[in-house]
């Protein structure tokens, strides 16, 4: 009887450099799908939370006759509470506002000194449907804007990746001045429904804000990311609240004042009607010549030249202003 010749066990190794070159395209192939996959979520989640401000917005405007204004204040100091912190109760958070009893206390009282441990603490206090997954700046995050004097660093507000809508302008100057801005958040002065007379379904109401300052602005991140309660420390300064769309999306050169977004290419937006769009950072936005960010003493000319000019602005300016009387749309 013939005998078989001896066959060896196990792989080669040409064999197992094979089914390694084939695993590795095969994880190759499959990583940026579960990436694309795990930032689908993330953009879901972020149209949740606008959502859900955007209906908050919404129940309150039916509460109280009206939107809540940008910021407001009971005191002369510069710092004020901003719209965010006018919705807690109508997000389900009316014990948090209890505790910040805003329409009595002031930001800081009159010694400049925190209105007590509670009130810091709930400052302090991250709310998740203010913040974007996505998002590269965290609550701890030693860049996130302080709510105090900044010279000081002492406290950090709740961090926030959606700001109001300021409109075209962010004119600097006191709030009669800023009640000129002709978005739905402008100043201290509540805004209607019946004011947004381009239609709620082609106005924006809040959109995304980054918290990430582009390498090519020369900022700091400290510069950039919002917070849910208080504006900065001067009246006229609300980026930390609020954006205009005088500038384009994800615009390098103004970070801390363009709406921004850490999703690929777009960007976020609830609309006055509560639903929720998807821009696209290269969606049609010109200026035409008429400047975003003017002195007080220039306002009257600045709204002159921008209602010379509206019917050639860009379909974003449009889009973020509440009574252009032109008629645009996001394309969609």
């Known amino acids: 009887m ?10 080669t190794l040409v064999e197992l450099l094979v089914v390694i070159a084939i695993i590795g395209t095969l994880v190759g192939l499959l990583l940026p799908a579960v ?5 689908a979520a993330r953009m879901s989640s972020c149209t949740n939370n606008l959502k859900q401000l955007a209906l908050g917005l919404h129940n309150h405007h039916d509460a ?30 009316q014990a948090l506002y209890n505790t910040l009893r805003p329409r009595s206390n002031g930001v800081w009282n009159a010694s400049r000194n925190y209105l007590g441990a509670s009130v810091k603490a709930a400052m302090e206090t991250p709310l998740s449907f203010f913040v974007c997954p996505s998002g590269r700046v965290t609550q701890n995050d030693p860049y996130t804007q302080v709510f105090y004097d900044a010279a000081t660093g002492l406290g950090k507000a709740g961090l926030s990746n959606y700001a ?69 420390n ?21 970070p801390d004042y363009s709406f921004s977004s850490s999703h690929p290419g777009v960007c976020l937006f609830a609309m006055a009607d509560g639903a929720v769009r998807v821009l696209s950072e ?27 000019k509206k019917a050639t602005m860009g379909v974003y300016q449009l889009l973020g202003v509440m009574n252009d009387g032109v008629q645009s749309s996001t394309g969609e």
Not at 2 to 11: A, K, L, T, V
Not at 177 to 191: I, L, S, Y
Not at 283 to 295: A, E, I, L
């Open 282 to 308: 290269n969606v049609d936005s010109n200026t035409q010549g008429v400047g975003y960010s003017q002195s007080s003493g220039s306002a009257t000319t600045q709204l002159q030249n921008f209602d010379t």
């Open 2 to 11: 013939s005998r078989r010749p001896h066959e060896p066990n196990g792989f």
């Open 64 to 93: 109280r006759g009206a939107l809540p204004g940008a910021v407001f204040a009971n005191t002369n100091d510069g710092q004020r509470w901003s719209w965010g912190v006018s919705l807690l109760p109508y997000v389900e958070n």
């Open 35 to 39: 990436q694309a996959a795990r930032e």
């Open 164 to 232: 109001g809508n300021q409109g075209f302008f962010r004119i600097w100057g006191d709030m009669t001045v800023m009640a000129k801005e002709n978005g739905p958040f402008h100043g201290d002065q509540p805004a209607k429904f019946k004011d947004i007379t381009d239609g709620l379904s082609k106005t924006f109401l809040l959109g995304e804000v980054s918290g990430v300052a582009s390498p090519a602005s020369g900022k700091k991140d400290a510069d950039v990311p919002g917070n849910w309660c208080c504006s900065e």
């Open 234 to 254: 001067l009246p006229w300064n609300l980026r930390q609240v609020c954006r205009a769309v005088g500038v384009k999306i994800n615009d390098p050169t103004a």
